[in-house]
């Protein structure tokens, strides 16, 4: 059976039922332990994607990695698990290390596919320049899968919910306060993505990008010079020292495409690039390209975007 | 204050990504290597910064064989005052986090840095294994960093925010970019190098849990599509009927 740790903090994140459909792909038997505050209801739904039962343990309520780990490894016992999966999100890469090293079970981090033929696992490496098939060598599994790497399924009906008490101990972590960046769409979690660089040519400009961004439903990103002098806040820098995202659309507007920046975004499904300069290394690693003036293009591309949508409604 | 960086090679970003041996080994011809730019940039910068500020000394540990000593002396010349290298082919993050953890049990490190990944094999393992095989608390993808006495005050990237957290020393930290800002070494820095000790340890004996079977390089893509800059209608129609992202 494969258990699953989710995050129920913030309501069901699309991660957390693309886990669940993963996990349901694995094994008949999903067990979906989470933490956090979701209802019954909404944590009942999950059976919709696969999920078999769910526990939830309320006495846990931020993201200590010490007693999530405790949890989780004492089911996965308990249960005679054979795969242990977690979302590769921040929660998950700080605890499924330390699952990995109580259970002494290989660790699979940011699966992007189910298990190939010879049980290896695909993920990737060298910042997306390549990628590479994991073996684990011990009976047991632990798989961290990288968000957007499957679409979430439909596969049942709701299913039963219980209340548990996992016994993990205190926190050793203090949390002191929590911040939300302003927007509405957290980076990592977004399906669409508009980014824009030095050609925008002063943070005065980024009203145009925001419209776009808006009439498509999509977040803001932005390449790191334009982080790094203070146009635009630091989570939005996308690349390799930055956020590394991997959306369904990724529109890049005047950036050049350093080989950093690619490495940050060259997992996105279809990339757009937006240039005055044809020589612009981005040109290369995209799908459609636009060669022009942002400043003329952006409110063109707007005005589209908005027709096709009132026409689609 | 007693630090420990833990430092990875990486291979340069303009690097070409090619196998060998069947796809099956990376091939390091022409590669050059540098210090993994997490690892660097921010766990490193900020240890020097807190040693300068109340003093205490700043170890760093990789491992790996006699090649990667050029990218220690790196690190020594940006300021670390002691290297040690665990002289052992980094078979898999287990391995490399219970090699770590061995040197580290007996030493009393205050805090103990890595970078949240490396730029190489991005797992994010290595910093939360050595955290459990030490029994400490993890801080992950943490952007700053300010010490109040044995208290430090963090902030972390969680989904959709960051979090203000409290934890007592010892503890280990993973460091993303908002730690600190890349230094140059200068050339007192690098003659400083030359002399600083470098130990080489022997490995203890760890079974790893996972390997590599084989790598591939991604598809290169077909030929970009340039769409008319006047006519942003049709990107909007190939968006919707080819792309299908919208």
């Known amino acids: 059976m494969v258990l699953v740790y989710i995050s129920s903090n913030n309501g069901i994140a699309k991660s957390v039922v693309e886990t669940i459909t993963y996990a349901r792909k694995l094994s008949n038997d999903v067990v979906v332990i989470t933490t956090g505050a979701a209802s019954q209801d909404d944590l009942a739904q999950l059976g919709k994607y696969g999920a078999s039962s769910v526990k939830v343990d309320r006495a846990i309520v931020g993201g200590d990695s010490q007693q999530l780990s405790r949890l989780i490894s004492s089911l996965a016992l308990s249960l005679s698990a054979d795969t242990v999966l977690f979302s590769h999100d921040v929660i998950g890469k700080a605890v499924a290390p330390r699952v990995s090293v109580q259970l002494k079970a290989g660790l699979v981090s940011g699966a992007i596919a189910l298990p190939e033929e010879n049980g290896s696992i695909k993920v990737n490496v060298f910042s997306g320049k390549a990628m590479g098939f994991v073996h684990v060598k011990s ?11 499957i679409p979430a399924e439909l596969n049942g009906s709701n299913c039963p919910v219980e209340e548990i008490n996992g016994d993990a101990g205190a926190a050793l972590i203090k949390v002191i306060s929590v911040k939300r960046p302003e927007g509405d769409i957290p980076l990592p979690e977004a399906e669409l993505v508009v980014s824009a660089g030095r050609g925008m ?7 145009m990008i925001e419209n776009l961004a808006s009439a498509l439903g999509a977040a803001t990103a932005c390449s790191r010079p334009v982080a790094d002098i203070g146009w635009r806040p630091h989570h939005e820098h996308v690349g390799q020292t930055g956020v590394a995202i991997r959306p369904n659309l990724y529109i890049a507007i005047g950036i050049s495409g350093a080989i950093q920046h690619l490495a940050g975004v060259n997992g996105s499904k279809v990339i757009v690039v937006v240039n005055t300069d044809s020589e612009a290394p981005f040109f290369k690693a ?28 | 204050m007693k630090i420990l960086v833990c430092i990875s090679k990486a291979p340069d970003t303009t690097s070409k990504i090619a196998f060998s041996q069947g796809n099956t080994v990376f091939d390091e011809n022409g590669v050059q290597y540098i210090v993994n730019p997490y690892d660097e940039w921010y766990a490193l910068v900020r240890a020097l910064e807190i040693k300068e500020t109340i003093g205490g000394e700043v170890t760093i540990i990789t491992v790996g064989s006699a090649n990667d000593d050029a990218i220690m002396r790196k690190a020594l010349a940006i300021g670390a005052d002691a290297a040690v290298r665990v002289d052992a082919d980094p078979k898999d993050a287990y391995f490399t986090a219970s090699q770590i953890a061995d040197f580290a049990k007996t030493e009393g490190f205050d805090l103990i840095f890595t970078g ?3 730029i190489n094999f991005n797992g994010s393992q290595v910093g939360g294994m050595i955290a459990e095989l030490l029994d ?61 000790p470098l130990k080489v340890i022997s490995p203890t004996a760890v079974e790893e849990l996972t390997s590599y079977v084989s790598f591939v390089t991604p598809a290169a893509k077909s030929t970009v599509k340039i769409i008319d800059a006047s006519n942003m209608d049709e990107l909007v129609r190939l968006l919707h009927q080819e792309a299908k992202v919208i």
């Open chain 1, 139 to 149: 009976a047991l599994k632990i798989i961290s899968l990288l968000p957007n790497s």
């Open chain 2, 116 to 118: 949240k990944e490396t």
């Open chain 1, 286 to 313: 995209a799908d459609y390209g636009v060669i022009g003036d942002a400043f003329d293009v952006i409110p063109k591309l707007t005005e589209a975007v908005k027709k096709f949508k009132s026409s689609n409604n």
């Open chain 1, 201 to 207: 040519k002063g943070p005065e400009n980024w009203g």
């Open chain 2, 136 to 196: 400490l608390p993890f801080v992950s993808l943490a952007s700053k960093l300010d010490l109040k006495g044995e208290t430090i005050q963090l902030e972390r990237e969680i989904a959709g925010g960051v979090e203000l957290i409290e934890v007592n020393i010892p503890v280990v930290v993973s460091c993303a970019k908002g730690m600190a800002e890349q230094r140059i070494p200068n050339m007192r820095g690098i003659m400083a190098a030359r002399t600083k």
